[in-house]
Antibody, heavy 122, light 110 residues
């Protein structure tokens, strides 16, 4: 079945970087873009950006430009997101979510990972 | 990009219908038929319930329906059940281009 499995929880100090992973299975990895979405404790969802696993092309929300890097490794069907210069308000659950297919739900996020909790604490 | 506006909470009794609104601008909700709705139970990942304003993915109950008028989209849940109690988020594609979510609505089934 289609599945996204994310890496485990992380605790980082302010100013550090964190690299999160999201392993896809059950579908053609290069056929679907991948979004990243985060959710601060008790807060709503916030779209961060996407990566095209086929070309490696990326785009992200303006507020994350310059300190969020998205990459992929097609050999192991995994996408990554690195967040640098972590601040306390980056404490959140980070989700990867597959963009829908071009024939069906292209502007929706149809499959989600289980989330990775990142805690920024000194 | 400002978050889409949703009511913080709604409630209803089992069997009733409720509607959750999602208000944006002509640069997002009003400009595209690309509004999605997600259900999130506590401690769980969001689940896609509606895409492209009014389409249900396979496996989603037909008690869930979506619509849009101008800059406001709506999610209606009919025949409320206890399992529907969750947070609901709308999302829209935008002209930036980017995606934007609503602030979320907590649904309580009384």
């Amino acid at each position: 079945q289609v599945q996204l499995v994310q890496s485990g929880a992380e605790v980082k100090e302010p100013g550090a970087s964190v690299k999160l992973s999201c392993k896809a299975s059950g579908y053609t990895f290069t056929g679907y873009y991948m979004h990243w979405v985060r959710q601060a404790p008790g807060q709503g969802l916030e779209w961060m950006g996407w990566i095209n696993p086929n070309s490696g092309g990326t785009d992200c929300a303006q507020k994350f430009q310059g300190w969020v890097t998205m990459t992929r490794d097609t050999s192991i069907t995994t996408v990554y997101m690195e967040v640098s210069r972590l601040q306390y308000d980056d404490t959140a659950v980070y989700y990867c979510a597959r963009r829908g297919s071009s024939q069906l739900n292209y502007y929706a996020m149809d499959v989600w990972g289980q989330g990775t909790t990142v805690t920024v604490s000194s | 990009q400002s978050a889409l506006a949703q009511p913080a909470s709604v409630s209803g009794s089992p069997g009733q219908s409720i509607t959750i609104s999602c208000t944006g601008t002509s640069s997002d909700v009003g400009g595209y038929n690309y509004v999605s709705w997600y259900q999130q139970h506590p401690g769980k990942a969001p689940k896609l319930m509606i895409y492209d304003v009014s389409n249900r993915p396979s496996g989603v109950s037909n008690r869930f329906s979506g619509s849009k008028s101008g800059n406001t989209a709506s999610l209606t849940i009919s025949g409320l059940q206890a399992e529907d109690e969750a947070d609901y988020y709308c999302s829209s594609y935008t002209s930036t281009p980017s995606w934007v979510f609503g602030g979320g609505t907590k649904l309580t089934v009384l």
